[in-house]
């Protein structure tokens, strides 16, 4: 579809994921901004470290780590325009030695990394896939370090996806359990020391990009 789309109804940043809001009437980057504030947090982040975002969108966490945390930062991403986007940011931001992108699939995902990130990734990889993915997620992660995922989530498993989402938005998603992300991780011997659930922060990011939306149908039309 292009960049161009997604710029008329995501918020600056261009995150296409979950914002995390303090306050009700946040603005939707300034949830986002502090979305990326909160995983650093959890991961515990710090200065020199290295990490990957698979999944990386338009780079938008990776920028914010790169700039508040001072990491170096792989991102992949399959969408050779939002590539294309990420390399054309860092270098107006004065990044490029500390940022870099890899246009392909996690699976094309390479080294080891103190830290390891996918941030609305995992409900487009497929059920099948899972032992795959965890199994790459334990291969990228150095020793003593930190994996964090977040992902949109079902309370029971649903064997049947909406054919209109599949078809126009998530084509081949589906939403793991948390149970399905908690096994996966056992075997392949990585311990879980946090969950949380954002259902009420993303009930308030989709009403914010269906008002963005809305103001520009005409455009996207």
């Not at 995922?149 to 998530?170: C, K, R, S």
Request: net charge positive; with cysteine.
């Amino acid at each position: 579809i292009g960049n161009d789309f997604y710029k008329l109804w995501l918020d600056p940043t261009l995150t296409y994921t979950c914002a995390y809001f303090t306050r009700p009437e946040d603005s939707l980057e300034i949830a986002q901004r502090q979305k990326f504030e909160l995983v650093c947090r959890k991961a515990r982040l710090q200065p020199g470290q290295t990490i990957i975002d698979l999944g990386c969108g338009w780079g938008s966490f990776m920028f914010y780590a790169v700039e508040n945390y001072n990491v170096h930062a792989t991102g992949v991403v399959i969408a050779k325009e939002q590539g294309a986007y990420i390399q054309a940011e860092a270098k107006r931001r004065g990044l490029e030695r500390k940022i870099s992108v890899t246009v392909g699939d996690w699976r094309q995902a390479q080294g080891t990394y103190n830290r390891v990130f996918s941030i609305g990734i995992m409900e487009h990889v497929g059920q099948r896939q899972y032992p795959a993915f965890m199994a790459k997620y334990r291969q990228l992660l150095k020793p003593g370090g930190i994996a964090f995922l977040h992902t949109i989530g079902t309370e029971q498993q649903i064997n049947a996806v909406d054919p209109w989402i599949n078809q126009y938005i998530f084509p081949g998603g589906y939403l793991p359990m948390l149970e399905q992300i908690i096994h996966q991780a056992a075997r392949h011997n990585m311990l879980i020391a946090d969950v949380e659930d954002l259902w009420q922060h993303y009930a308030l990011t989709l009403n914010h990009w269906s008002k963005n939306f809305q103001t520009h149908r005409r455009q996207v039309l």
